[in-house]
């Protein structure tokens, strides 16, 4: 689920510099390409906030006992926390 969320959010962000990029951006596109960088810091914090304690809490609970591995880099409290902002 973390992934899905962050391609989706990443996704909004793609969107929103290539929608505001060119010759002579106008208004609107400008108008939506804030409000995908609205929606994509949503998602980031939703992920910060709900997601990853839910992923830390799984992890520990299934590696209890046996040995730890690192998490995925692309889904550390400090890479999503570094886009929330």
């Given at each position: 689920?973390?992934?899905v969320l962050l391609?989706?959010?990443y996704a909004l962000v793609n969107w929103a510099t290539h929608g505001a990029s060119g010759p002579?951006?106008?208004e609107a596109k400008m108008n939506q390409a804030a409000d995908?960088?609205?929606r994509a810091?949503?998602?980031f914090d939703y992920i910060y906030e709900t997601v990853l304690p839910k992923f830390y809490a799984a992890r520990n609970l299934a590696t209890a006992t046996s040995i730890k591995q690192p998490a995925?880099?692309?889904i550390s409290r400090e890479v999503v926390s570094a886009?929330?902002?």
């Open positions: 689920m973390a992934f391609t989706y959010a002579e951006p106008t995908c960088l609205c810091a949503g998602v995925p880099l692309d886009n929330r902002r």
